[in-house]
């Protein structure tokens, strides 16, 4: 079956204090892996898309790594404004379009 | 104004009635999708529709209909609402050329 867990839930970081969120996933041939961010209140809002083992993608303070088994959502030197909820999802090469979400991790950053 | 709007933003109905929820798009794609959002869940599949003519079930189906009235315009329908109905409802258009999903900015829906 296929399946996505973040880790962890929540994470409290200072602001400046780097950390990593956590995506791994079980999936019959990956055809992508996507990041979002959720702010309370509204409908998630597209971070990153990654293919293949090895890939990273960045912006701004975010760095999204792939590996076989696994993403990891960098951020670096976060500020206040990077609270928010971070969705990663999945995608099989079925060609149906749906994508497999995670429970999400809830990022808060104090200043 | 925004890409994918949802219409009612709010909305606290009884249960047995029957309620629609309106998903509209400006960004001229084929692709549009049903999800829902419980906590501790995730986000749902609960329809998707590759054209106007192209209707399919996701996985949490059972309860819900959907209509696609045209290219931009796509509802869902709760035809008897329940309590366990009760969750936020997102729309997302995907033009068929990439794999990215936009999202509307949901309904927030409360059956009593």
């Known amino acids: 079956e296929d399946q996505v867990t973040q880790s962890p839930e929540a994470l409290r970081l200072q602001e400046g204090e780097s950390s990593s969120l956590n995506c791994s996933y079980t999936v019959s041939g990956l055809r992508g892996l996507f990041w979002y961010r959720q702010d309370p209140g509204k409908g998630p809002e597209f971070l990153f898309t990654?293919?293949?083992a090895g890939e990273e993608k960045e912006k701004e303070r975010l760095k999204a790594t792939l590996t076989k088994k696994e993403s990891f959502l960098h951020i670096t030197a976060p500020k206040p404004e990077d609270s928010a909820t971070y969705l990663c999802?999945?995608?099989?090469?079925?060609?149906?379009?749906?994508?497999?979400f995670g429970q999400g991790t809830t990022l808060q950053v104090k200043p | 104004d925004a890409d994918v709007t949802q219409t009612p933003r709010n909305r606290i109905t009884k249960t047995g009635k029957r309620i629609m929820l309106e998903c509209s798009q400006t960004?001229?794609?084929?692709?549009m999708y049903w999800y829902r959002q419980d906590p501790g869940l995730g986000l749902r599949l609960i329809y998707y529709?590759?054209?106007?003519?192209?209707?399919n079930k996701g996985e949490i189906s059972d309860g819900y209909s959907v209509s696609r009235q045209a290219q931009a315009k796509f509802s869902l329908s709760l035809e008897s609402a329940i309590p366990n109905q009760t969750a936020l409802y997102f729309c997302?258009?995907?033009?068929?050329?990439?794999?990215?999903?936009?999202f509307g900015p949901g309904t927030r829906l409360t059956v009593l």
């Open positions: 990654l293919y293949s």
């Open positions: 529709s590759f054209d106007v003519k192209d209707i």
């Open positions: 999802a999945v995608q099989a090469p079925s060609n149906t379009g749906k994508l497999i």
């Open positions: 997302a258009t995907q033009t068929g050329l990439t794999d990215t999903q936009y």
């Open positions: 960004k001229g794609h084929d692709r």
